[in-house]
Structure formats: structure tokens, C-alpha cells
């Protein structure tokens, strides 16, 4: 007879340890050293070279947007100045110092959200903390995430720490608004700024990190993946998470735009094409089509921008400067619906295009508003440039008009104080 166990509502050790023993890629694989850290060289290099050269400061200020290493590079720095057998500017991960705040346990090292502790009052704890001489390490370290949440009298309190720090004290603010700080708090800081990274840069991350995972994935599925992140590592990881539970060990693009559900850019490539040749029946097909997938409209105006601002680049000689490398079968479908239309028009559409975006997000009638938007796209659109204009207007001077023509064909010219033209 079997008999089912009794579930007392505890997790047992096995289960525990099964709960315990998944990370999510992108803390599995979070940088463990400076050469680990993806797109941010610069940043990198002047880190290191000032560890080297002992020339610490007592405020760091990190900005960027979310995902690029800012907290990374943040741990990175208290591990090295914290580390025991340091080498070459890079921290050991083996000694107590290292595995200590790589877990979180240091007395020393302490990390803040600044977006929960925005009050006066935990300022002014730090401020008095920082004060006291380290436990265990060379510094006392102070890491506030999102600080540009904290308060004003939060910036206020922390000024005269900042302006005289104590020679073991050293404070590192990570941030994805820099404007909201105070001018006071930003001069005291050494100010670094984290660059979005490259989608080949994404990509190659990412690649190596499914080699090393023992997943194989096509090179389209991960130029997707790298693509949709936009710029940030962390979004391509938590995407290629999802994307593997999913699918399994073995992806493909499909798979990809099954769980992110991005639209395909061949769906815009033919919108757009519609719009060049003036076919409306087809874009507004192709629109209700994607309507009745499901997609959000946002995502299908932003490709439209996307295409039509790579095309007034290609149109304009500057194919060099469209940022992130594009694969070679879009280069292609480019460069041919670019040549069904001229400079003007591609700029004018573009423009149309950008204001369809604005349009959808305000409408209460999204899709509505981006099919109207479609067929006014679809019509020719007036591409006279403005020397065309000028050169008009310029014309029309000189040509006389059907008044000034009647008045010399006329035998009495007209004078301002005889309006008849007849003799007295």
C-alpha cells in the first residue's frame, strides 16, 4: 500500500538544497574580475591604474543605464581594495577578504539601497559609522545603489563627510539618473560614465556564456537576443534565461520570438516597403495582422522609426554611422528599398514615422491611430526639397504676373492720383 507523505508545511534539507542550488545567469556569471567587465575599458583602466599608482579617492560616482556593470564594477573595486594578495590592480576571489564580500558578509563593506533608505536619518548613521576605524580591512566601505533617491537633506547631511572624509573611508554611488544630484555631491565625487554596450559586444558575451553552459543556439537567435536588450547585459541575460527554460539545451530565432515577443523585422521590412510604393492595402493588412497576434503597437512603430532613420542614413552616404552592426541580409533589403526612393522622402516618412509613435502612446485607439498614420505614410509624399523651394519662389519673382502683364499691354498707364488714366 502506498502512502503518501505527510506535508507538515517545512522544507526538508533535500528540498532546500533543490531551491538553493539554481542562479540565474546573470549572478552566475557576474564579473569576478576587472578583465571580466564587458564595454566599460575605459572605466576599467583608470580603476585599475589608480589602485596601482595608490591613488585612492573618497568618493566614486557610477552612471549609466541599468545593466552595463555599475554595481559590478562597484564590488569589483571594494574586493581590490580590500584584498590580501592583490596582483596586477585585480582581486584574488580566494582570500577572506574577497569570498567575504563577494557574499555579503563583510563587517567592512556595506551595500545600500538608496531608494529605501532616502531619509536624513540613515545618512546621518553612516556618517557616524564611517568614522569609526575598520574591523578587518583596509577600508571602511560604503556602496549606495540608486542614489539619486535619496533626499535633500539626505545630500545635505552627507556633504561634510564628503568634503573631509577619514583617510579609511570610501564611498561608491551607483546611479541611472546623475542629474538628480546635487551639483555639491557630483564635485566631490570622481565621476565615471557607464556606456550602453554594442550588440556584437552582447552578443559575443552571451555566446560565450551558452558555450560554456553547454547550449547550443543559432547566430540569429543571439543577434536577436542582443539586440532586443538594448544595450544593457543584464536584459540580454534574464532574456536568454527565459528563452532556455522554454526551449531546452537547443534554440533557434523562432524560439526567441516566441518568449520575448518581439515583432519580426521582416514584417516591418514589408510595411515599409508598402509605404515606398504606395500601397496601402498591404500595410494595413500587415498591421491587422500583428493587431490580431497580439503584438504591442509600441514595439511595431519603433521598428517603422528604426527602419526609415537607418534608411535617411543609407540615403545620405552614411551607412558607417548607424551605430550597431546590422546583419547582412537587412544591409541588403535596405540598400534595395532605398533605391525606390529619394533623400526627401525617406526623410519625410521618417518624420511621419516618428510622429505615428507619439500619436499611439497618447491615443486611447492605438491601433486605429496607426493605421491612419499608414495611410497617410502611403501616400506620395510632397519630397521637394528646400533649394527645390527656393529655387520656385525664386522663379516666381521673376516671372511677371497676369496683372503686371495687363497693365503694360494697357494704353493708359495708371498714375497714383488719376485712377481713370483719362486726360483733364
Known amino acids: 500500500m502506498c502512502v503518501p507523505r505527510a506535508t507538515t508545511g517545512r522544507l526538508n534539507e533535500g528540498d532546500l538544497k533543490l531551491l538553493s542550488s539554481y542562479q540565474v545567469l546573470a549572478r552566475k556569471w557576474r564579473p569576478a574580475t576587472f578583465s571580466d567587465v564587458k564595454g566599460q575599458d575605459h572605466i576599467i583602466k583608470t580603476i585599475k591604474n589608480s589602485i596601482l599608482n595608490n591613488r585612492i579617492a573618497s568618493a566614486y560616482l557610477f552612471s549609466g543605464t541599468r545593466g552595463v556593470g555599475k554595481t559590478s564594477v562597484a ?27 563577494s557574499k ?16 536624513v536619518d540613515s545618512v546621518r548613521e553612516i556618517r557616524e559609522n564611517i568614522m569609526y576605524q575598520p574591523v578587518s580591512e583596509k577600508y571602511r566601505i560604503y556602496i549606495i545603489d540608486e542614489v539619486h533617491m535619496l533626499s535633500t537633506s539626505a545630500f545635505n547631511a552627507l556633504l561634510k563627510t564628503l568634503e573631509e572624509p577619514p583617510a579609511h573611508g570610501v564611498f561608491i554611488f551607483a546611479t541611472t539618473e546623475p542629474a538628480k544630484i546635487p551639483q555639491t555631491i557630483i564635485s566631490r565625487c570622481q565621476s565615471f560614465d557607464f556606456k550602453k554596450l554594442t550588440v556584437e559586444a552582447i552578443k559575443d558575451t552571451i555566446k560565450d556564456i551558452t558555450t560554456k553552459e553547454g547550449i547550443t543556439a543559432t547566430d540569429d537567435a543571439l543577434y536577436t537576443i542582443a539586440r532586443e536588450a538594448r544595450g544593457s547585459l543584464r536584459d540580454s541575460l534574464s532574456a536568454l534565461d527565459q528563452v532556455i527554460s522554454y526551449s531546452g539545451n537547443n534554440f533557434t530565432k523562432d524560439d526567441v520570438k516566441a518568449v520575448l515577443g518581439f515583432v519580426d523585422k521582416t514584417v516591418i521590412f514589408e510595411i515599409a516597403k508598402s509605404i515606398i510604393t504606395n500601397d496601402p492595402r498591404t500595410a494595413l493588412s500587415l498591421n491587422k495582422k500583428l493587431f490580431d497576434e497580439g503584438y504591442d503597437v509600441k514595439k511595431v512603430v519603433d521598428g517603422l522609426v528604426e527602419v526609415f532613420k537607418n534608411l535617411v542614413f543609407m540615403k545620405n552616404g552614411l551607412e558607417d554611422l548607424l551605430g550597431d552592426a546590422l546583419p547582412d541580409h537587412e544591409v541588403n533589403e535596405l540598400k534595395q528599398m532605398s533605391q525606390n526612393a529619394s533623400p526627401a522622402d525617406v526623410e519625410q516618412w521618417f518624420y511621419m514615422a516618428h510622429n505615428a509613435a507619439e500619436e499611439t502612446v497618447r491615443s486611447s485607439y492605438s491601433w486605429t491611430m496607426l493605421d491612419v498614420c499608414l495611410l497617410s505614410m502611403c501616400a506620395k509624399p510632397n519630397n521637394d526639397s528646400i533649394s527645390d523651394l527656393i529655387s520656385k519662389l525664386n522663379s516666381c519673382e521673376k516671372e511677371p504676373s497676369k496683372e503686371q502683364t495687363a497693365e503694360k499691354k494697357s494704353p493708359h498707364p495708371q498714375y497714383p492720383n488719376n485712377q481713370s488714366g483719362m486726360k483733364y
Do not use: F, M
Not at 564590488?75 to 564580500?101: F, Y
Not at 555579503?104 to 531619509?119: H, K, P, W
Open 75 to 101: 564590488r569589483l573595486l571594494a574586493k581590490a581594495l580590500c584584498c590580501q594578495n592583490l596582483k596586477d590592480a585585480e582581486p584574488c576571489n580566494q582570500c577572506r577578504s574577497c569570498i567575504e564580500i
Open 104 to 119: 555579503s558578509a563583510s563587517i567592512d563593506v556595506q551595500e545600500i539601497d538608496g531608494a529605501s533608505n532616502t531619509g
